[in-house]
């Protein structure tokens, strides 16, 4: 499962959220990205160092991007409803996608954003079984 992974990113490693939930699901999915790639996600951490949308979420979204799209979102016809049943499920458990909503849920300052994370790990899995591939 994805969510065994994510703990020597985020806690041996000390990586952000964003940072820590793709290179979970790079290992976990074997995405072919490598160690620089993944600087891209750094500031979408916190909700992009702003309490805007919630940094696992948009690393959530970059995986299925990676899954999902061959050249070009556009000409994808799985991104959009693939990422709208992740921020759904996002939204259902949570009522927002906004880290400034989600963090005082389940922010605990001896683990920081650790329950984001595992939901985040649960959400994108959850993601992946349900959604069917147009």
Do not use: W
């Not at 993944?38 to 992009?48: D, E, K, N, P, R």
């Amino acid at each position: 499962m994805l969510k065994d992974v994510y703990a020597k990113y985020y806690f041996d490693q000390n990586y952000n959220c964003a940072e820590t939930i793709l290179r979970a699901g790079n290992e976990y999915y074997e995405l072919g990205l490598h160690d620089r790639d993944m600087i891209l996600v750094g500031g979408f951490g916190a909700g992009m160092q702003s309490g805007n949308t919630c940094g696992a979420i948009l690393a959530a979204i970059s995986i299925l991007s990676m899954k999902y799209v061959e050249a070009k979102a556009h000409e994808s016809a799985d991104i959009k409803p693939v990422v709208n049943l992740l921020l759904d499920k996002f939204n259902a458990k949570y009522g927002s996608v906004l880290c400034d909503v989600i963090k005082p849920q389940s922010f605990m300052p001896e683990v920081r954003c650790e329950k984001t994370i595992i939901a985040a790990c649960d959400i994108i899995e959850e993601v992946l079984a349900e959604y069917k591939p147009a």
